[in-house]
C-alpha cells in the first residue's frame, strides 16, 4: 500500500521498519522528529499519535535518545495537544466536558462557533465533524450515535 500511494519501494519500507523494531531493547533507542509536515496535514494528528503509539510499544518513551519530538518554536505545548497528553484537553483544542456536561449535543454545541454575521466561516463551526472524527479513531462507530444526534 505504502509503495501504492507514496512510490517508496516496498523493500526499503520494510528495512526502515526493520532498522525501527531493532530498537525494542534497553540498550537502544530511537527518537521520531517531526514538523508541521504531520500537522498540517488533514491527518496530521491522527499520523502522530500513530507514531507515538509506536515508539510506546517499542519502549521508546522516557528514556535517554527515545521519544517523539515536535521542531518547531512551540514544541512543548504544540507536541502536548499533538500527542493528545493535555490533562485539559483533547487534540485540536477541545475542552473536556464538565461534570454538568453529560448531554453529548449540548457539550459539543457549547464549543462550537456560532456565526455573528451572514456566512460567516471559522475553523471551529466545524468542532462536531473533528470531535465525531477523534472518538470514531479510539473507539469506531460511535460517529453514527452523533449522525442519529444530526451532528
Given at each position: 500500500m505504502v509503495e501504492r500511494i507514496c512510490g517508496t519501494p516496498k523493500d526499503k519500507v520494510l528495512h526502515i521498519w526493520e532498522m525501527i523494531a531493532t530498537t525494542a531493547t534497553p540498550t537502544r533507542a530511537m527518537t521520531i522528529m517531526y514538523a508541521l509536515g504531520w500537522d498540517?496535514?488533514?491527518i496530521g494528528s491522527q499520523m502522530i499519535r500513530t507514531a507515538r503509539w509506536c515508539r510506546l510499544l517499542l519502549g521508546n518513551i522516557g528514556v535517554s535518545g527515545g521519544g517523539m519530538n515536535a521542531?518547531?518554536?512551540h514544541s512543548n505545548?504544540?507536541?502536548l495537544t499533538d500527542l493528545g497528553l493535555l490533562s485539559?484537553?483533547?487534540?485540536?483544542?477541545i475542552s473536556l466536558p464538565?461534570?454538568?456536561?453529560?448531554d453529548y449535543a449540548k457539550y459539543l454545541a457549547a464549543r462550537t462557533l456560532k456565526p455573528l454575521r451572514p456566512n460567516q466561516l471559522s475553523y471551529w463551526q466545524n468542532t462536531p465533524k473533528f470531535f465525531v472524527s477523534f472518538m470514531k479513531t479510539l473507539v469506531g462507530g460511535c460517529g453514527d450515535r452523533a449522525e442519529q444526534l444530526g451532528l
Amino acid at each position: 500500500m505504502v509503495e501504492r500511494i507514496c512510490g517508496t519501494p516496498k523493500d526499503k519500507v520494510l528495512h526502515i521498519w526493520e532498522m525501527i523494531a531493532t530498537t525494542a531493547t534497553p540498550t537502544r533507542a530511537m527518537t521520531i522528529m517531526y514538523a508541521l509536515g504531520w500537522d498540517q496535514h488533514s491527518i496530521g494528528s491522527q499520523m502522530i499519535r500513530t507514531a507515538r503509539w509506536c515508539r510506546l510499544l517499542l519502549g521508546n518513551i522516557g528514556v535517554s535518545g527515545g521519544g517523539m519530538n515536535a521542531l518547531r518554536g512551540h514544541s512543548n505545548i504544540q507536541g502536548l495537544t499533538d500527542l493528545g497528553l493535555l490533562s485539559n484537553q483533547l487534540p485540536g483544542y477541545i475542552s473536556l466536558p464538565s461534570q454538568g456536561e453529560q448531554d453529548y449535543a449540548k457539550y459539543l454545541a457549547a464549543r462550537t462557533l456560532k456565526p455573528l454575521r451572514p456566512n460567516q466561516l471559522s475553523y471551529w463551526q466545524n468542532t462536531p465533524k473533528f470531535f465525531v472524527s477523534f472518538m470514531k479513531t479510539l473507539v469506531g462507530g460511535c460517529g453514527d450515535r452523533a449522525e442519529q444526534l444530526g451532528l
